[in-house]
């Protein structure tokens, strides 16, 4: 009975490298969402994705970030030139339908040096 | 410009009391609540939510209350035991059909003392 996987739990990036975030869904869940929590602050959200389709991006950046739920393999969150400010830790959850409970993977924490 | 609110940073509770945790929000809009409670190094872990066409919900020892001309809920842990001891955030959506954007407050975490 797995629940939300993410990996990896821990990520060191140098200044302009890339990262690249998985999350895998609970079985049966079909729509992810993407959260970033910067220290002392609450999650805020990044965007959701359905299966080959992005639903609502309307809290990514601009520039630098993107996001990914292919039909077969883990959602990727990709952040490209990685800078300090990114150092945070990002949640993905997973729903069964949209509107149901969202329920968090344990997180993956960027550390950007 | 915040939300949803949690105006209060840390609760510090004895063991066997009440735990009563708020939250105010600012947008009319949302009508779906939820509350969710963090473990240092883990993700949040969903723990009761809240319609606006209710003004309680309870489960177990957890229960929330909503004021909606207030615009505040309230998480209610009665009793409180250690193994409470967490960050517990409140969580707001837009319609209950479309959960897509949860907004979260910053907050507050709880201290339960044996």
């Known amino acids: 009975n797995a629940g939300v996987m993410q990996n990896p739990r821990h990520l060191v990036r140098r200044r302009g490298q890339e990262a690249r975030l998985r999350c895998s869904p609970m079985?049966?869940?079909?729509?992810v969402y993407w959260y970033r929590q910067l220290p002392e602050e609450g999650l805020k959200f990044m965007v959701y994705?359905?299966?080959?389709?992005?639903?609502?991006e309307s809290g990514m950046p601009k520039e630098r970030f993107s996001a990914e739920f292919p039909k077969e393999g883990p959602s990727i969150l990709r952040i490209q030139q990685v800078v300090r400010g990114d150092s945070a830790a990002y949640f993905c959850?997973?729903?069964?339908?949209?509107?149901?409970?969202?329920?968090f993977g344990p997180g993956t924490r960027l550390l950007v040096l | 410009d915040q939300q949803v609110k949690q105006n209060s940073p840390s609760l510090s509770v004895q063991e066997g009391r009440i735990s009563i945790l708020n939250c105010d929000y600012t947008?009319?809009?949302?009508?779906?609540f939820l509350w969710y409670k963090k473990y240092p190094a883990e993700g949040p872990t969903f723990l009761i939510s809240?319609?606006?066409?209710?003004d309680k919900n309870e489960d177990g020892r957890f229960t929330v209350f909503l004021n909606k001309s207030a615009k505040h809920l309230s998480l209610h842990i009665v009793p409180s035991q250690p193994g409470d001891s967490a960050v517990y955030f409140c969580?707001?959506?837009?319609?209950?059909?479309?959960?897509?954007?949860?907004?979260f407050g910053k907050g507050t975490k709880l201290s339960v003392k044996p």
């Open positions: 959850a997973s729903s069964p339908q949209q509107g149901e409970t969202q329920y």
């Open positions: 079985k049966g869940h079909s729509h």
């Open positions: 994705l359905q299966k080959e389709n992005i639903i609502d």
């Open positions: 947008n009319s809009m949302f009508d779906y």
């Open positions: 809240i319609s606006s066409i209710k």
């Open positions: 969580a707001a959506s837009g319609t209950e059909g479309s959960q897509g954007n949860l907004i």
